[in-house]
């Protein structure tokens, strides 16, 4: 019983570490979307993440639609980047070759739902 009490208690103190040395970042790994179409059409979709993913990139960068701000649709929701991220994924969006399904690994952090952007970076298949 003792050994797996300090088991238990060395497993958590190696994740406690491990939540620390990451200072509270996040990496999301998603499609960068418009806030307007991420909160409007592609919300009310029976598939979000597959609406978001269908969204072109010609679309996104329409004047009206950066202006709304941009995010990520990971894992079936959405999180607004902050403006540093905004021109991250702006210039992501610009490298990428593909028109629409272009998946991005965004990493920082998360703070009232809003995601200060450390690093951007398209995921190729």
Known sequence: ?????ILSLTAIMALSLIAVAQDGKTTLTGHIVDKACATGKVAK?????????????????????LKSGLGIYSDGKYTEF??????????ALEKSKKDKGATFKVTGKVTGGKMAVENIEEVLE
């Open 1 to 5: 019983m003792l050994k797996k009490f």
């Open 45 to 65: 979709q029976s598939d979000p993440q597959a609406a978001a993913a269908n969204e072109t990139k010609g679309c996104i960068m329409m004047d009206g639609c």
């Open 82 to 91: 902050d403006a540093k991220g905004v021109a991250l994924a702006k210039a």
